[in-house]
Every structure is written in C-alpha cells, then in structure tokens.
C-alpha cells in the first residue's frame, strides 16, 4: 500500500472524508458530530463480513474493529484463528483470545505488519 493508504488505514486520517485527525491508534477512524470514532463499514464488501461483536474484552474489541476495517475475513472464527496463530508464531504464547488481543494491543504496529506479511 501506499503512505496515503496505510494513514487511511491506521486512522491518522479520516476513513469518509480523508482529513487528517491526528496520530492513528493503528485502526481507521472517522469523525461524527465533532467526535473521532473507530470506522466500521456495514453489512457485506470486499471479501468478507463484518466481524466480531462487542465482548467484555476492550483489547479484543479494538482488534476486531481493526479487521473491520480491512474486510479480510469471511467469519470471525478466521479472525480469532488468525489472532491466536499471531501469538504462537510470533510471540510464542499459548493463551485465550482475550490474553491474545492485550498482549496484541501492547505492540499492535507490530501486528500490523505481521497482517501484512500475510498479505491479508
């Protein structure tokens, strides 16, 4: 991707309208009545659905919001699938999904790339 895409993508500017808002959290965002909110596209696009519904976990929803955005899944079982083989491969750590997306938060520019490296 481009620098233009990537910024898009990580939310440093506004997925609708393209203005800049500031330094990304790492997932797209838009702005709504004067307020900056994660960006969520609706129903079907791309090549996948819209996955994960808001759980208990902060961490969990704030990755599952960050594939929202890039649509590279077709169910959320892929998603959570992907999040776990990221912390056995990677971080070499064998937890439950939850543990998985904190520790994912903790570094999440380097999940990014490793999402990128999958060519996802």
């Not at 898009?8 to 808002?21: A, K, N, P, Q, R």
């Amino acid at each position: 991707m481009g620098e233009i895409a990537d910024d898009l993508v990580d939310g440093t500017f506004d997925s609708e309208t393209g203005e800049y808002l500031g330094m990304g959290p790492g997932y797209p965002r838009t702005m709504k009545n004067g307020n900056i909110i994660p960006y969520i596209t609706k129903g079907k696009a791309g090549t996948g659905e819209k996955v994960g519904e808001i759980t208990d976990c902060k961490e969990l929803n704030g990755v599952m919001k960050f594939f929202n955005g890039y649509r590279c899944f077709k169910q959320e079982k892929e998603a959570y699938d992907f999040i776990k083989n990221y912390c056995k491969e990677r971080l070499r750590f064998k937890g439950t999904i939850n543990e998985c997306a904190e520790l994912i938060q903790e570094n999440f520019g380097h999940f990014v790339k490793y999402m990128k490296e999958q060519k996802l």
